[in-house]
């Protein structure tokens, strides 16, 4: 690409360099990010542009083309919601391809390897899809500075199989054999709650495991043709949710507190009015409530000087639960998964939920959790 002049796109086949086999000019693109398809038959060629000149987007302007190998097809994919392009990606087949698009909430759709669409999978806040290798299930997700909500899909059905949510994910993979998959939190792009979550193929959790820095996570790669596609089956028995007490237990976060400019952040000195309040009520309860005095005036130890120490205050101590309490709780916390179970039956089925009833499904892993430390108390 020149400056000021259009972008031009050309196939060449090695080593004949002399003619092209097929060629696209854009006219509206400053960077260019290319998807070949596995067979190498078809090219996706997504351009941005820095700025918008119609003012749409603040974040400039996409757009994507089909190209053929062959020489006898290209096009502009018509993408029918106004915004950037998230996420492409092609099937292993080479033969459809999914583009996750618009603005947000962003709309996802399958499309045929003539790029005609084939399939609308709703309008919801998404920026990424990955099929499993085999082809059979779908991910789509929304990560980053959105909530981590998964939807797996059914591709042979095209029916949702399940919604989960993996928070603050950085990282998304499937397994070569297409049964699982792997979301992780990474540093640098997160330096907190680092660690990894496995999924099974059918939307449950079933494993998870924290780590203090986690800058890199994969499965080892094996061919996908080793593994055959299979139809989705149900989660693996038994299923554990590790407690989250005991010395792998993190500790909570302290809150943030008022906002200080770069130039005085490290600093004890209190910023704020607020700050500065609470800085002399602390002194004030300091002095009357946790300091004691060692030695007495005239004390041979003391030699007439009054030495103070600061005794920090003892933490409350919260009360034990009753075990009538706790096994009231258990209950609550087993009827919840019961219901989580019969809203998956219900999307299993094609029905739709209200959000109400997809929020309580993103619940799961925090209600087993919740249960398996209450058991092991």
């Not at 990010?33 to 749409?56: A, F, P, Q, R």
Request: aromatic content about 8%; charged content about 25%.
């Amino acid at each position: 690409m020149v400056q000021g002049a259009p972008a031009i796109v050309r196939m060449f086949s090695i080593p004949n360099f002399s003619t092209a086999l097929s060629n696209k000019t854009f006219y509206k693109a400053d960077r260019i990010t290319m998807y070949w398809n596995d067979l190498g038959t078809n090219l996706l060629v997504l351009t941005m542009t820095d700025v918008d000149k119609s003012n749409k987007s603040y974040y400039g302007e996409t757009n994507l083309y089909y190209l053929a190998v062959a020489g006898n097809f290209d096009c502009r994919v018509a993408l029918d919601k106004e915004g950037p392009i998230h996420d492409v990606t092609w099937s292993p087949d080479s033969k459809e391809f999914i583009v996750c698009y618009g603005s947000m909430p962003a709309k996802t759709t399958l499309f045929d390897h003539r790029a005609t669409p084939i399939f609308d999978f709703g309008i919801n806040p998404r920026n990424f899809v990955k099929f499993n290798p085999q082809g059979r299930t779908i991910c789509i997700a929304g990560f980053g500075n959105l909530n981590g909500t998964v939807d797996l899909w059914d591709r042979k059905s095209l029916r949702k199989i399940n919604t989960f949510a993996a928070s603050n994910a950085s990282h998304c993979e499937w397994s070569p054999c297409g049964r699982y998959l792997l979301t992780a939190t990474l540093t640098p792009r997160l330096r907190v709650d680092n660690g990894f979550k496995l999924w099974h193929h059918s939307g449950t959790l079933i494993y998870e495991e924290s780590v203090d820095e986690l800058y890199q996570i994969a499965f080892r790669p094996e061919p996908a043709s080793r593994y055959p596609m299979r139809s989705i089956s149900p989660p693996p028995n038994p299923i554990k949710i590790l407690p989250t007490s005991g010395s792998g237990a993190k500790a909570s976060a302290a809150p943030a507190g008022a906002y200080r400019p770069p130039h005085l952040r490290g600093s004890a000195t209190p910023t704020s009015l607020s700050d500065r309040a609470a800085a002399l009520d602390g002194v004030g309860k300091s002095a009357t409530s946790s300091r004691r005095i060692v030695g007495a005036k005239g004390s041979p130890k003391s030699n007439g000087k009054r030495e103070v120490v600061a005794a920090p205050k003892a933490a409350p101590v919260e009360p034990a639960m009753s075990e009538e309490e706790k096994q009231k709780k258990i209950r609550n916390l087993e009827k919840k998964l019961r219901q989580i179970r019969d809203l998956k039956d219900k999307l299993k089925h094609g029905e739709e939920l209200a959000p109400a009833q997809q929020q309580k499904l993103t619940s799961e892993v925090t209600v087993m959790r919740e249960l398996a430390n209450l058991r092991i108390e």
